[in-house]
């Protein structure tokens, strides 16, 4: 599925009525930029807060001359279940009061959400610190899109660019090195030994990889994807020179990488030494590689100098 937003419907994000929503996330000066994250998909925005969806964004159909927007019910009531949608037309949207609707439903995930979210706010977290946060351009990763599903089955939780900051930290080289797709595991059980069996391993996330197909038009709708996101100033990122050829700016013959983030792991474990012997049975193409996200300091800045391809 397209992930990029069609023009029109992107055009309200930049200069129309979701633009003060966009102001509030923007990474200069967004009140919200730390608690709410943007996703585009295509036909549709989602807004998280701690990586639970606050509100979906519909865009205006053939039928109907307004956007719809969708929320849990729970996070407006606290008692009541499935999802309330409500349109707006460019009007009413221009002074919807956004600040106080994201708070209020922020307030209410809080209250009312009583799963376990660990995962999902870690992957926010790594969201924002590799695209938004002060250090944001000094990292070596963007964060493209993330909860992606193949059309082969797979699902992966974070996409990203390999895009290396520059020497002197002030710019980034024309064009990023390789696209990578990452999964997050949280604990030691999700990598691998968990008594449910839904829980997909290591092994099995590494299959996915070499099914993916990576085609022109996958990289060119993240390509898109970047820049729309970008343009809406929601990447923190300089440029070392002007960027060209932005329809290729991810080539099919770009190395492909797999990344695992394995946050809060018992390293007393034995679940990722059996997830390990099981991957060294699996063979890769020759333009994919398989890393592991290490920090020798806390925290969720991606570095080139922190992917180990050996444990």
Known sequence: MTRALK??????????????????????KGKY??????????????????????????????????????????YETGD??????FYKSEQELSIFPWEQFLSNIADGIDAYDKKDNSEKEVQQRIWYENNVARNANSTDYFIVDTEYKDKNGGRFDLIAFYWPAGENKQGHKEKPKKISVIELKFGDNAVGGSSNEQTATLSTHLQDFKNF???????????????QLYDLGL??????????????LISSTDVKQMMFILANYNQKSNNLANQLNKMKKQTLPDDREIVFANSSFMGYGLY????????
């Not at 039928?63 to 729970?74: A, D, H, S």
């Not at 038009?217 to 994807?225: N, Y």
């Open 235 to 248: 990447i923190n990122i300089k440029f070392g020179k002007k960027v060209k050829g932005v329809e290729n």
């Open 7 to 28: 023009s029109e419907f992107y055009d309200e994000f930049k200069n129309g009525c979701f633009t003060p929503l966009v102001d509030l996330l923007k990474v200069k």
């Open 304 to 311: 080139d100098v922190g992917m180990k391809q050996d444990l």
């Open 33 to 74: 930029r730390s608690r709410f994250m943007m996703n585009l998909r295509g036909n549709r925005v989602i807004v998280y807060y701690k990586g639970v969806v606050a509100v979906t964004i519909y865009n205006k159909t053939k039928q109907n001359k307004f956007y719809g927007l969708e929320v849990q019910k729970m």
């Open 80 to 85: 009541s279940s499935g999802y309330r949608k």
């Open 213 to 227: 197909g990576f085609s022109d038009d996958f990289l060119k709708d993240m390509t898109r994807v970047f820049f």
